[in-house]
């Protein structure tokens, strides 16, 4: 997701109307339009000025270059040998692991394009194992906390049963086993 669309995603979480923020910065609310759906360039100072009109902030975090989860499932979709799609998933387990909180979090905001079940339940699970703060205990489905329902490393796992979507032999084997993928 681009910075745009991610502007226009936090004005409307935010409950600011484009005519709302047009006025907070001068302009019309059909150049907000138009800048959030990509139909007009904007300066960079626009930018600056309808993030800071909505109480966000424009920041830089470096990932060192480490394929995100969005990565991950364009590198899935393209390749067919399970050997290296299976090689994918431990690499993003592997950059989760490498990185701080915010790195973290920039790598696991885009949110991937769908792909079979069991390799979105695949790249959710190692999303999901993966907490954002370190510190965090692993407890599935917490609000304020990305961890997954064991503490058991996921890599093995990854190795040994995936793609298998029937028997669920691993907890994030796939929606047929009642599981669902975390909403991005």
Not at 82 to 97: E, F, G, I, M, P
Not at 134 to 147: E, N, V, Y
Request: with cysteine; charged share 20%; hydrophobic share 40%.
């Amino acid at each position: 997701m681009g910075l745009l669309e991610q502007l226009a995603r936090h004005r409307r979480v935010a409950g600011v109307s484009a005519p709302e923020l047009a006025l907070r910065v001068g302009t019309h609310a059909s150049n907000i339009y138009a800048i959030e759906s990509g139909r007009r360039d904007a300066r960079l100072s626009t930018v600056e000025a309808l993030v800071a009109a909505t109480d966000a902030r424009l920041l830089i975090v470096d990932t060192g270059r480490r394929a995100s989860a969005a990565d991950t499932a364009e590198t899935l979709r393209r390749d067919l040998d399970d050997a290296h799609r299976a090689q994918a998933l431990v690499q993003l387990s592997s950059n989760l692991k490498s990185v701080g909180p915010l790195a973290k979090a920039a790598l696991t905001t885009d949110p991937p394009l769908p792909l079979a079940p069991t390799w979105d339940a695949a790249i959710a699970g190692i999303v999901e194992h993966e907490p954002l703060d370190p510190d965090c205990p692993h407890r599935h489905g917490s609000a304020t906390c990305r961890g997954s329902p064991t503490g058991a490393g996921i890599r093995g796992q990854l190795v040994a049963s995936f793609p298998t979507p029937t028997g669920c032999p691993n907890p994030y084997a796939g929606e047929a086993c009642g599981l669902t993928r975390p909403s991005w």
